[in-house]
């Protein structure tokens, strides 16, 4: 099993709809999380991280479930310039933030 | 305003012949990271610093080295490339203060290999 698991898409939406991504982790001694953006041929970037409570950042909202060892991005009013992979990342907290990465979403938002 | 910077983005190099990856940060990050991404692939962490104290992932292989001469900048050398290694790799660093800190990635440097 993999450590953490996503759906690798693609999802396909039009301009404005909302999409939802999920991901899975295999250790429940995670204790950070996070989601990362990444273009195509570039570096990841932070998105946001993921807060126990749920956070939200404008249109993007996470949630994270440690009873279910599951994390979500919600997207709404998706934009053309969303389109890019999602990496769900974990940190592993051993000692160091060894970041554990998802194979990523990607998503297409269309005209 | 980069904060952490990697050169060259495109290496071309020869089958076998060394080659020197290089990242800087303004950060003053005590953590330094270099992944191997290849294409429709998670990153691969290969190795990290904490300050001065280097840490190998079990699975990468020997011919792939780091050097860390200061706080600022962290090499990847490949001592004879193959054509398996042909992949973007990254640079990222971290504050280790407490958890939940993000890494913060550099551009990149795509490897060919020919």
């Known amino acids: ?111 | 305003d980069a904060m952490v910077i990697q050169n060259p983005r495109y290496q071309v190099t020869q089958f076998g012949k060394p080659v020197t990856l290089s990242c800087s940060q303004t950060l003053n990050h005590n953590v330094m990271y270099w992944y191997q991404q290849k294409s429709s692939q998670a990153p691969k962490l290969l190795f990290h610093y904490y300050d001065k104290d280097f840490n190998n992932e079990a699975d990468t292989p020997d011919n792939f080295q780091s050097r860390r001469p200061n706080t600022s900048f962290c090499f990847l050398d490949i001592r004879s490339p193959g054509l398996g290694d042909a992949a973007m790799y990254l640079c990222a660093t971290s504050s280790p203060l407490g958890g939940g800190q993000p890494q913060h990635f550099g551009d990149g440097t795509r490897l060919s290999i020919l």
């Open chain 1, 1 to 111: 099993r993999k450590e953490v698991e996503q759906d690798p898409g693609p999802f396909n939406v039009p301009e404005g709809a909302t999409v939802a991504f999920n991901c899975t982790y295999s250790n429940s001694a995670s204790q950070s999380f996070f989601w990362y953006r990444q273009d195509c041929r570039k570096e990841p970037k932070l998105l946001m991280s993921v807060y126990s409570s749920g956070n939200e950042d404008g249109r993007f909202t996470a949630q994270l479930n440690r009873a279910s060892q599951y994390i979500s991005l919600l997207i709404r009013d998706s934009k053309l310039s969303d389109s890019a992979t999602y990496l769900c990342v974990v940190n592993d907290d051993t000692g160091f933030q060894k970041l554990v990465f998802g194979t990523g979403t990607r998503l297409l938002v269309s005209p």
